[in-house]
């Protein structure tokens, strides 16, 4: 097994999920790319944390009210799942058809949309279209519940061509109203005493009541419409029927899904891996899957050049930085926190800045934001009693057959953090603080609390290198 | 929504009880009720983390008046809560009140003022890991289900241990995450095993004697039941929490009734709609108790968007007419129903 299989696999599962200790890298190499490529792609049961045990301990969780409560709750299924792609999907899905709380005051129906992301996360773009547009948070959140036959309000209709889909300057203003047309009686059961109840954030008298999807048959314009050059007497699924037939829709959500999973830049070797994607999108019948297998097989993916070009945005560092802790594993005492957290790092789950979603890439990175980085990751694996980190240093111990000097330990901590490969001036540093610490006697017998801190110590400097805040 | 109303069966009374995000007249997650000679209603609220500094005992009485409310406060200190899950009130009005998360039991007067707490984490005799549901005997013994240690620890009401039977399984007199406690009128003792989905029945001093129900959604199964009472008849009410419904067994254990819940508009919830027009007029005009589409389609989703619902029943308790109060964690409310003397 070569360390260049190790740092690919690693590579694979820092972008198509959040990461992974050495020892499941070890059995992914041995199970081979491909294959693991296909068990990603092909989710079986999450064995996520059960939603008993967490409506038990978190009352906040079980009634879903809070905005924060929400967001933890999903990070504990980021944190616990056997699928991570499936959650990184709903995540890349979340940020591209950005529903916000403020709003809608209403978590259990944003966490309903992300339940919807996940099960359609990798199937037909078309149906994924449809049930967005079904989807009650979206309809309140763009104003569909007031898009009536003879009074459009063109708010839905616009941003599923504009945001969602084929991008500005591939359609017209009228298409934009005859899309609206089409949605005209696409709403939500009891619309106007629900709405009433969003505007005025009321929880009275029995909290909140969580929404459906509702079709009025009698507030749907059927009159003829055209849009995008044809004509007909169409509702919204034939509009998403045209729209996920235009190249402009396959360019667009192929590069969002390059941008999420390969490289925050488009280079002119990405721009090739994109139309082979807008190939596989047409071939499969717009199957996300499809697309996703094409980006993660494809040399460009596998070569040097989208290896660490991507800025970890706020919630894969945290959700990253737990899984290789350890901890988080069972309802947690603050675990609300986690929440938080992402906020502070520019990133808050249901709480994106507009509707176009987050400015993802190098404006993740303030100085603020990354103090925030630096100080969460560094907090859980910096403790040497999580038991991520436990793992970590008995990994290395196994290793050892001497007391490690400074530059030894760094290395044996970035390979085992990643492996993440230091510029030779981040190393040096490194060195020079792990030398002041002293040697770190890992062996069996020699081994003390003092050395396992050592080690811990010197992880959470490397949380704040550049290197480990990319993926 | 109930199953066809026989002679004898239980009927829905009414709702008491209003959402709030402050103190004073309202419920905020209420997680337990328990009822003083002197006609009050106390209901423990809980809260959940965003208003964790609201923990409290609200009191009310039959008429739905609101009487007054008290605590310690949360935190660490005495006679403070973090966690509360469940209490009792003995013959002199003092509440025991379990929190699960300092593994310990306060004790209170309804002034607020502090009596005495006991326990700590442990699994020795008067130690406790995360205690849940609490009842308390004729003759002034408090029977404690420890959800973390899988026991049932008996106590007097001065705090010291009288003894504890249970473990971990599931074999009869073992338990899976036990939560809540009630006794009947001989002195059995009933435990919602909750992980293991059923309700044991004990002697008074812990020798098993019977197992009801198994997992599932059809009659007498269940899913994570949380409380257990039983009347005078000796019927026995389960809050099947995984399930968002009520369930009642005849004395041998026998299923005889489901109730899924019908809740209406409380007078604290009437008075909220009449000084609120908008809401109250586009209220009137909504089907709540509609059509769901098919992926929305579980216990716990169905009765997030359908209020009249169990939604989050935490607890069942009776009082000294045997009206039964289902408390709903998440709809911070009672539904109260009643056995029909025929």
Known sequence: MSNADIALMAHLMRRAGFGASRNELEQKVAQGYESVVEDLLNPGSPNAMPDDLIRRFHVDMAEMRELNSAGAYWIYRMVTTDNPLEEKMALFWHSLFATGYSKLNQARSLMNQIDTFRRHSMGSFHTLLVELSKDPAMIIWLDNNDNHKGDINENYGRELLELFSMGIGNYTEDDVKECARAFTGWTLGNAEYMATRASRDSIWPYSRIAWHFQYRDHDHDDGEKTFLGQTGNFNGEDIIDIIVRQEASARFICTRLFQFFAADEVTEAGEAVISDMMATYFDSKYEIRSVLRTLFNSAYFKSDDPRFARVKGPVELVVGAVRLAGTYREPTFGADQLARYTLYMGQGIFQPPSVEGWHEGSEWIDSGALVERVNFVGKELGDPRNPGVQALIDRMSADVDGPLSGAAQVDACADLLGPIVLSDTTRTSLSEFAGEQGAADLREGSRTEADDQRIANLLRLLTATREYQLA | ?342
Not at chain 2, 85 to 92: E, I, L, R
Not at chain 2, 131 to 148: F, H, K, M, N, R
């Open chain 2, 1 to 342: 929504m109930t199953t066809a109303v026989a002679a004898g069966a239980v009927e829905y009374l009414k709702t008491i009880g209003l959402t709030t995000n402050q103190s004073g007249r309202g419920f905020t997650n209420p997680y337990d009720c328990a009822f003083t000679s002197d006609g009050r209603i106390l209901i423990l609220n809980r809260c959940d983390t965003v208003r964790a500094s609201l923990v409290r005992i609200g009191m009310m009485n039959w008429e739905e008046d609101y009487l007054g409310e008290f605590s310690r406060g949360y935190g660490r200190g005495d006679g403070q809560w973090i966690f509360p899950v469940a209490m009792a009130v003995d013959n002199s009005t003092v509440v025991y009140v379990t929190d699960e998360q300092q593994h310990r039991i306060t004790a209170l007067d309804t002034q607020g003022n502090f009596v005495r707490q006991w326990g700590e984490l442990g699994t020795d005799s008067g130690q406790m890991n995360a205690p849940a549901g609490i009842a308390l005997s004729g003759d002034q013994t408090l029977y404690v289900v420890e959800q973390g240690n899988n026991r049932v620890q008996r106590f007097t009401t001065s705090g010291e241990s009288l003894g504890m039977w249970g473990e971990a399984g599931d074999g009869p007199g073992q338990f899976n995450m036990p939560w809540g406690v009630g006794l009947d009128s001989s002195g059995n003792v009933y435990v919602a095993d909750w992980r293991n989905d059923r309700v044991q029945k004990f002697t008074a001093d812990g020798q098993f004697m019977a197992s009801y129900g198994s997992s599932g959604t059809g009659d007498g199964q269940f899913s994570r039941p949380s409380g257990v009472c039983v009347d005078s008849a000796g019927y026995i009410y389960v809050s099947d929490w995984g399930n968002e419904r009520v369930q009642i067994l005849d004395p041998d254990g026998g299923f005889v009734q489901l109730l899924r819940g019908q809740a209406t508009l409380s007078k604290w919830a009437q008075d909220f709609m009449s000084v609120n027009p908008d809401e109250r007029n586009t209220r009137e005009m909504s089907n709540l108790t509609p059509e769901l589409p098919a992926h929305l389609d579980t216990p716990y989703l169905i009765s997030s968007q359908i209020e009249p619902y169990f939604w989050g029943p935490v607890s069942v308790r009776l009082d000294s007419e045997e009206r039964l109060y289902v408390v709903e964690s998440n709809r911070h409310r009672i539904q109260v129903y009643q056995r029909r003397k025929d």
